[in-house]
């Protein structure tokens, strides 16, 4: 009796998952580069964590680093993008913090947040924490995010939605003029369910290449 087609893509997944894991990890040497920020990595740092002493703060990424690399080894954790921001760069971004500011009820949305780094720049810099929206593949990493940057949930009141953004049981094709949602974004599971209701959009962790040390960044307001 062959195996039900769900445990065979399980299994098949699994696999690639960790043929993937292997091959990065073969490339990095054990413990791999320290942390080197720029000035402007530090800066943010120091207001997103409170943490002014810069040896102290290299410590507290590196350490960061080891147990998000026990989650999953993707290149951009050994490069420590998970500490930097690049929400900022493109000139869309204050135009989605005037959103955040003009528009009621404005959704900044951030696909593949990662520690959740650019949702605490945008709202350090003004965007209502509590109209933004974080997805990742690894709930792991948003949960080290608190302690990277030494907040809650009480604190940083982001919505966390872990899943696959490719999975159409996570987001699904909507027909245009399907109504929106009215589902308060505490109670919100999918990003199906955001459908018509985003202000603007991130995802410079969604399109970075593996093997660059900077990676390009895109904001689209709506």
């Given at each position: 009796?062959?195996?039900?087609?769900?445990?065979?893509?399980?299994?098949?997944?699994?696999?690639?998952?960790?043929?993937?894991?292997?091959?990065?990890?073969?490339?990095?040497?054990?413990?791999?580069?320290?942390?080197?920020?720029?000035?402007?990595?530090?800066?943010?740092?120091?207001?997103?964590?409170?943490?002014?002493?810069?040896?102290?703060?290299?410590?507290?990424?590196?350490?960061?680093?080891?147990?998000?690399?026990?989650?999953?080894?993707?290149?951009?954790?050994?490069?420590?993008?998970?500490?930097?921001?690049?929400?900022?760069?493109?000139?869309?971004?204050?135009?989605?913090?005037?959103?955040?500011?003009?528009?009621?009820?404005?959704?900044?949305?951030?696909?593949?947040?990662?520690?959740?780094?650019?949702?605490?720049?945008?709202?350090?810099d003004g965007f209502p924490p509590e109209q933004i929206v974080g997805t990742d593949l690894h709930a792991?990493?948003?949960?080290?995010?608190?302690?990277?940057?030494?907040?809650?949930?009480?604190?940083?009141?982001?919505?966390?939605?872990?899943?696959?953004?490719?999975?159409?049981?996570?987001?699904?094709?909507?027909?245009?003029?399907?109504?929106?949602?009215?589902?308060?974004?505490?109670?919100?599971?999918?990003?199906?369910?955001?459908?018509?209701?985003?202000?603007?959009?991130?995802?410079?962790?969604?399109?970075?290449?593996?093997?660059?040390?900077?990676?390009?960044?895109?904001?689209?307001?709506?």
């Open positions: 009796m062959s195996a039900p087609q769900s445990q065979t893509e399980s299994a098949e997944t699994a696999s690639k998952q960790d043929t993937f894991r292997q091959g990065v990890l073969s490339k990095w040497p054990e413990g791999g580069e320290g942390y080197h920020p720029t000035a402007a990595e530090l800066d943010f740092l120091r207001r997103a964590t409170g943490l002014t002493d810069e040896a102290g703060l290299r410590r507290h990424v590196e350490a960061l680093r080891e147990k998000a690399l026990n989650v999953f080894p993707f290149t951009c954790i050994f490069l420590y993008m998970f500490a930097t921001t690049s929400i900022s760069r493109p000139g869309g971004y204050g135009k989605a913090l005037l959103l955040g500011k003009q528009r009621e009820g404005a959704i900044l949305l951030d696909v593949g947040c990662c520690f959740g780094g650019d949702v605490r720049m945008a709202a350090l792991e990493f948003w949960d080290l995010g608190f302690e990277l940057f030494r907040d809650s949930k009480e604190t940083m009141p982001a919505t966390f939605l872990p899943g696959d953004f490719f999975d159409p049981s996570f987001l699904s094709p909507t027909a245009p003029g399907t109504l929106e949602s009215t589902t308060p974004l505490s109670h919100v599971k999918t990003l199906t369910e955001l459908h018509g209701r985003v202000s603007a959009m991130h995802a410079a962790n969604f399109f970075h290449r593996a093997r660059s040390k900077r990676r390009p960044s895109h904001v689209w307001p709506s």
